[in-house]
């Protein structure tokens, strides 16, 4: 039985369509696959159904009639229960104590806590045997947290079950014990919306799959009936349209010697075992699904993490990792991906964000050179065509896009061996993203900066990129050169189009 | 479902577990405290000594009890000392001596308005969204505002009986053993127990645990569908209440009020609850460790004292104790911390 139906869903956020066109069903008994790039929808319209946003247009079928859910309370209240791609966990207190969290047992007005800690554990027995319930959150691994997180939906006894992409953070064993799991649960009559990046999952668990693309469903699949054909949905999530792809930059061949090289870069589970090397005067960009360490890889350049381990090589000198200050004096300087948190003190000045990181490389003991400084402030506006009524505005009333050329404006004046741009496009502008891109395929072509570009839209790794390095779970899994360059390419290597025979096989195997 | 009792590899042994939680650094320092007192002070340990010294540091003991509180829940309160004084000016401008009565009306119309207080203060940072530090420390100025409104130089009327809260031995027509109680266990160690009592029936409660969970991740919580809000307003009303007690066994010592004397304690709470192991960011402590932490603190003030050290120096050294007690306490937070987490597989 259909218990849930979503039609014509529409969401903006601000000037940003998040949803056109979103429809999604699920029925009792069936676990429905939700798939779709990065910023496509998915996330959006489980957040619609489970009562965290409220839709704009469209109406949502739950159980016979229409619900508006104010907040997820109302939804929970209904038997509608979501696993968050960002956990709800409270650090502080132990793994039963965040299960029963808002739900707990009582006896008159008192808590029953060995009750609670015996319903807690026995569902954390049958997810993740060996997960002491005791532990504080704290200290469990993102495998273990994502674990207890489900637990805690699964605690509710829910009757729509929605989990947005509960095994990123898992092995493949907890995969497969998270999956037989769901089947129970399922076999139970629960309605369960599953979405993930991995392909192979989905095809694995799923009965019935859904595609979103740019904010529309564009695919409504019964993988019984219709097949569990890879290539075919991996045609629906990228479109027809992405196949037209035309290079902006003309990637060349480089035969320059290499001007960094990274080898086994590790950072916890962020990063594992990174090893590649950018030569002088390329761009090398770095794909993958969102979160699986790009930033992180940037960030580790630039010094964010003091306890890094591995082997870096500047100009064939060792480089200790060990400060952004020692980085910037290595002439390695970072655009960071948060603008707005890690690039720019926005309520200040334009001429301020774009000084400040001189004050912090060179001294002046007794006067600070304004005068030049303003010279050169402005010599870097009409450089990057920053649009903007004077030097002396704050940098928060400039567009997404202004204040991000001010972000890449303040390293102009100085000596960049490599650049690190970790997602400078985002929420950019068309126009203004040209410049930027103009101005950095430039300074390469002129100068011979180097440059490592992380960019979540793919269609800028294609346009810019003379080597793309994918991404996943902290490795590097592919790197494409010339031809190989699409982001059809781009996308199969980042799902693993691969690993879907693997995991089959693994599947026909038990 | 079997449930069965497994140690994961990380597992430390139990006693090496409670060694290593961080509140137990402060029952270190005090052992030390103690000792130093004991050699300095020669009848430390003798029972009309021992006597003062509870009265003398009751107080803050209970109104470090009652900023835990808020400090669990992940705020702060800034206005604790001049509520403190507010209460002993509404308690000795309602009471009139000839009327033992007056007593009880006194402390109803006192306690409506500690939670008034509680609420006001709850309101602002959980409704409204200001940020506590602002609110309270604006409060503060309403509670010393209406204090001075009430009682523009101590003094005031108090009922003889209020006595009781400082001395039974002092209260005519009490049963002679009743009285003598008071030689062994004084008034304001009833009100810390009383204090604990209270507390430990809420955190057989689940306020307790949504204190913790509020302070630990406010949006987490709020998603696990509890009014976070509310948990705060009830935090502060709970703070509130201790500071009440507080003024309870001030008017029962002075007989009077005193718009102006309670400010000094408000950062030493803060003080003592961080000394107790109390996270100021909110959702770890204990409130039975912050009575260890305001413990800690006014040992340090008797230490002092009793070493003959001059006063100019002696805040010195009082500041420089502190200091070396809160990092102490940070920096074996933190060993502990990854003690507890060695060796777990990344």
Same mark, same amino acid.
């Given at each position: 039985m259909k218990i849930l139906e979503a039609r014509g869903i529409r969401k903006r956020f601000?000037?940003?369509v998040a949803l056109s066109d979103g429809n999604l069903g699920a029925q009792e008994g069936r676990i429905t696959g939700l798939?779709g790039?990065?910023?496509s929808g998915k996330s959006t319209m489980s957040k619609i159904i489970a009562g965290v946003y409220s839709a704009d247009a469209g109406e949502v079928w739950y159980n016979g009639r229409v619900v508006h859910y104010g907040n997820p309370h109302e939804a929970r209240a209904d038997g509608i229960a979501m696993v968050y791609q960002n956990?709800s966990?409270?650090?502080?207190?132990?793994?039963?104590?965040?299960?029963?969290?808002g739900a707990?047992?009582? /006896?008159?007005?008192?808590?029953?806590?060995?009750?609670?800690? *015996?319903?807690?554990?026995?569902?954390? =027995?049958?997810?993740?045997?060996?997960?002491?319930?005791?532990?504080?959150?704290?200290?469990?691994? %993102?495998?273990?947290?994502? @674990?207890?997180e489900i637990?805690k939906a699964i605690s509710k006894r829910p009757r729509l079950l929605i989990l947005d992409e509960p095994?990123?953070?898992?092995?493949? #064993?907890?995969?497969?014990?998270?999956?037989?799991?769901m089947?129970?649960l399922a076999?139970q009559g629960i309605a369960i919306v599953f979405t993930?990046?991995?392909?192979?999952?989905?095809?694995?668990?799923c009965d019935d799959t859904v595609v979103f693309?740019?904010g529309q469903t564009? #695919?409504t699949?019964?993988?019984?009936?219709?097949?569990?054909? %890879?290539?075919?949905?991996?045609?629906?999530? /990228?479109?027809?349209?992405?196949?037209?792809?035309? #290079?902006?930059?003309?990637?060349?061949?480089?035969?320059?010697?290499?001007?960094?090289?990274?080898?086994?870069?590790?950072?916890?589970?962020?990063?594992?075992?990174?090893?590649?090397?950018?030569?002088?005067?390329?761009?090398?960009?770095?794909?993958?699904?969102?979160?699986?360490?790009?930033? *992180?890889?940037?960030?580790?350049?630039?010094?964010? $993490? %003091? =306890?890094?381990?591995?082997?870096?090589?500047?100009?064939?000198?060792?480089?200790?990792?060990?400060?952004?200050?020692?980085?910037?004096?290595?002439?390695?300087?970072?655009? %960071?991906? =948060?603008?707005?948190?890690?690039?720019?003190?926005?309520?200040?000045?334009?001429?301020?964000?774009?000084?400040?990181?001189?004050?912090?490389?060179?001294?002046?003991?007794?006067?600070?050179?304004?005068?030049?400084?303003?010279?050169?402030?402005?010599?870097?506006?009409?450089?990057? +065509?920053?649009? /903007?009524?004077?030097?002396?505005?704050?940098?928060?009333?400039? +567009?997404?896009?202004?204040?991000?050329?001010?972000?890449?404006?303040?390293?102009? +004046?100085?000596?960049?061996?490599?650049?690190?741009?970790? =997602?400078?496009?985002?929420?950019?502008?068309?126009?203004?993203?040209?410049?930027? $891109?103009? $101005?950095?395929?430039?300074?390469?072509?002129?100068?011979?900066?180097?440059? @490592?570009?992380?960019? +979540?839209?793919?269609?800028?790794?294609?346009?810019?990129?003379?080597?793309?390095? @994918?991404?996943?779970?902290?490795?590097?899994?592919?790197?494409? *050169?010339?031809?190989?360059?699409?982001?059809?390419?781009? @996308?199969?290597?980042?799902?693993?189009?691969?690993?879907?025979?693997?995991?089959?096989?693994?599947?026909?195997?038990? | 479902?079997?449930?069965?009792?497994?140690?994961?590899?990380?597992?430390? &042994?139990?006693?090496?577990?409670? !060694?290593?939680?961080?509140?137990?650094?402060?029952?270190?320092?005090?052992? !030390?405290?103690?000792?130093?007192?004991?050699?300095?002070?020669?009848?430390?340990?003798?029972?009309?000594?021992?006597?003062?010294?509870?009265?003398?540091?009751?107080?803050?003991?209970?109104?470090?009890?009652?900023?835990?509180?808020?400090?669990?829940?992940?705020?702060?309160?800034?206005?604790?000392?001049?509520?403190?004084?507010?209460?002993?000016?509404?308690?000795?401008?309602?009471?009139?001596?000839?009327?033992?009565? &007056?007593?009880?009306?006194?402390?109803?119309?006192?306690?409506?308005?500690? !939670?008034?207080?509680?609420?006001?203060?709850?309101?602002?940072?959980?409704?409204?969204?200001?940020?506590?530090?602002?609110?309270?420390?604006?409060?503060?100025?309403?509670?010393?505002?209406?204090?001075?409104?009430?009682?523009?130089?101590?003094?005031?009327?108090?009922?003889?009986?209020?006595?009781?809260?400082?001395?039974?031995?002092?209260?005519?027509?009490?049963?002679?053993?009743?009285?003598?109680?008071?030689?062994?266990?004084?008034?304001?160690?009833?009100?810390?127990?009383?204090?604990?009592?209270?507390?430990?029936?809420?955190?057989?409660?689940?306020?307790?645990?949504?204190?913790?969970?509020?302070?630990?991740?406010?949006e987490?919580?709020y998603r696990s569908g509890i009014n976070?809000?509310?948990?705060?307003?009830?935090?502060?009303?709970?703070?509130?209440?201790?500071?009440?007690?507080?003024?309870?066994?001030?008017?029962?010592?002075?007989?009077?009020?005193?718009?102006?004397?309670?400010?000094?304690?408000?950062?030493?709470?803060?003080?003592?609850?961080?000394?107790?192991?109390?996270?100021?960011?909110?959702?770890?402590? &204990?409130?039975?460790?912050?009575?260890?932490?305001?413990?800690?603190?006014?040992?340090?003030?008797?230490?002092?004292?009793?070493?003959?050290?001059?006063?100019?120096?002696?805040?010195?050294?009082?500041?420089?104790? !502190?200091?070396?007690?809160?990092?102490?306490?940070?920096?074996? &937070?933190?060993?502990?911390?990854?003690?507890?987490?060695?060796?777990?597989?990344?």
């Amino acid at each position: 039985m259909k218990i849930l139906e979503a039609r014509g869903i529409r969401k903006r956020f601000g000037g940003v369509v998040a949803l056109s066109d979103g429809n999604l069903g699920a029925q009792e008994g069936r676990i429905t696959g939700l798939l779709g790039a990065n910023g496509s929808g998915k996330s959006t319209m489980s957040k619609i159904i489970a009562g965290v946003y409220s839709a704009d247009a469209g109406e949502v079928w739950y159980n016979g009639r229409v619900v508006h859910y104010g907040n997820p309370h109302e939804a929970r209240a209904d038997g509608i229960a979501m696993v968050y791609q960002n956990l709800s966990l409270v650090p502080n207190l132990t793994v039963w104590q965040n299960i029963v969290l808002g739900a707990e047992e009582k /006896t008159g007005p008192f808590l029953n806590n060995r009750q609670a800690r *015996e319903h807690a554990r026995a569902i954390v =027995d049958d997810l993740l045997p060996g997960l002491d319930v005791e532990r504080i959150v704290d200290g469990l691994s %993102p495998g273990e947290m994502q @674990i207890a997180e489900i637990a805690k939906a699964i605690s509710k006894r829910p009757r729509l079950l929605i989990l947005d992409e509960p095994t990123a953070a898992l092995e493949l #064993a907890q995969v497969k014990s998270l999956f037989l799991h769901m089947r129970r649960l399922a076999g139970q009559g629960i309605a369960i919306v599953f979405t993930s990046h991995r392909l192979w999952e989905v095809m694995e668990i799923c009965d019935d799959t859904v595609v979103f693309r740019n904010g529309q469903t564009v #695919a409504t699949l019964d993988l019984e009936k219709d097949g569990r054909d %890879p290539a075919k949905i991996i045609g629906y999530i /990228t479109g027809e349209t992405a196949r037209v792809a035309q #290079a902006a930059y003309h990637r060349r061949e480089n035969r320059n010697a290499a001007i960094l090289r990274v080898t086994n870069l590790a950072q916890g589970t962020l990063l594992r075992e990174i090893s590649f090397a950018l030569k002088k005067g390329e761009i090398l960009g770095i794909g993958g699904l969102a979160g699986q360490g790009q930033r *992180e890889l940037m960030l580790a350049l630039a010094g964010f $993490y %003091p =306890d890094i381990t591995g082997h870096v090589e500047l100009d064939g000198r060792r480089l200790r990792l060990t400060s952004p200050a020692e980085a910037v004096r290595n002439s390695m300087l970072l655009v %960071p991906g =948060d603008r707005e948190s890690e690039g720019l003190f926005l309520r200040h000045s334009l001429f301020s964000n774009i000084v400040f990181p001189k004050l912090g490389v060179r001294h002046y003991p007794l006067l600070t050179p304004f005068g030049k400084f303003r010279e050169e402030c402005r010599r870097t506006v009409d450089t990057l +065509s920053i649009r /903007t009524t004077g030097l002396d505005v704050p940098v928060r009333t400039l +567009s997404g896009g202004n204040q991000q050329k001010v972000v890449v404006g303040k390293w102009l +004046s100085f000596d960049t061996r490599v650049l690190l741009l970790s =997602d400078p496009a985002k929420g950019v502008d068309v126009g203004a993203k040209r410049d930027l $891109y103009d $101005y950095i395929t430039r300074r390469v072509r002129e100068d011979g900066m180097s440059v @490592i570009l992380y960019a +979540s839209d793919n269609q800028e790794l294609v346009d810019y990129c003379d080597r793309v390095m @994918i991404m996943y779970e902290g490795r590097v899994v592919a790197i494409l *050169e010339g031809e190989s360059i699409t982001t059809d390419k781009i @996308i199969e290597s980042s799902m693993r189009v691969d690993s879907v025979r693997e995991g089959a096989g693994d599947a026909a195997h038990h | 479902m079997q449930p069965t009792t497994r140690k994961p590899r990380w597992a430390l &042994s139990g006693v090496a577990r409670l !060694v290593v939680r961080p509140e137990y650094s402060s029952l270190l320092i005090l052992v !030390v405290m103690v000792a130093v007192a004991t050699l300095l002070q020669r009848n430390f340990w003798s029972g009309p000594s021992l006597l003062l010294t509870i009265d003398a540091f009751g107080p803050l003991i209970l109104l470090t009890m009652g900023q835990a509180v808020v400090l669990v829940a992940g705020t702060l309160d800034l206005s604790c000392g001049t509520a403190l004084s507010l209460y002993t000016c509404i308690l000795t401008f309602v009471m009139r001596t000839n009327q033992p009565a &007056s007593g009880v009306l006194a402390i109803l119309i006192t306690l409506a308005a500690a !939670v008034m207080v509680g609420i006001v203060n709850g309101f602002a940072a959980g409704y409204l969204r200001v940020s506590p530090v602002v609110v309270t420390f604006a409060t503060s100025f309403l509670w010393l505002g209406i204090a001075l409104f009430l009682r523009p130089t101590p003094g005031g009327q108090s009922v003889g009986w209020f006595n009781a809260f400082y001395d039974f031995r002092n209260v005519s027509g009490l049963p002679a053993a009743i009285r003598s109680v008071s030689s062994f266990l004084p008034p304001v160690l009833i009100l810390i127990l009383l204090g604990c009592v209270f507390w430990y029936a809420l955190s057989r409660g689940p306020m307790g645990r949504y204190l913790c969970a509020v302070g630990g991740n406010e949006e987490s919580a709020y998603r696990s569908g509890i009014n976070t809000a509310r948990v705060q307003i009830s935090a502060y009303v709970i703070n509130s209440v201790f500071v009440f007690l507080a003024a309870l066994f001030f008017v029962g010592q002075n007989q009077s009020g005193d718009a102006r004397f309670g400010d000094p304690f408000t950062l030493r709470t803060i003080a003592a609850a961080v000394v107790g192991g109390i996270a100021l960011t909110g959702g770890r402590g &204990s409130i039975y460790f912050a009575i260890v932490g305001a413990l800690i603190i006014e040992l340090v003030n008797k230490i002092i004292f009793f070493a003959n050290i001059p006063y100019a120096y002696g805040t010195l050294v009082a500041g420089a104790i !502190v200091i070396i007690a809160i990092g102490g306490s940070q920096l074996y &937070s933190g060993y502990s911390r990854r003690a507890m987490t060695r060796g777990r597989a990344p």
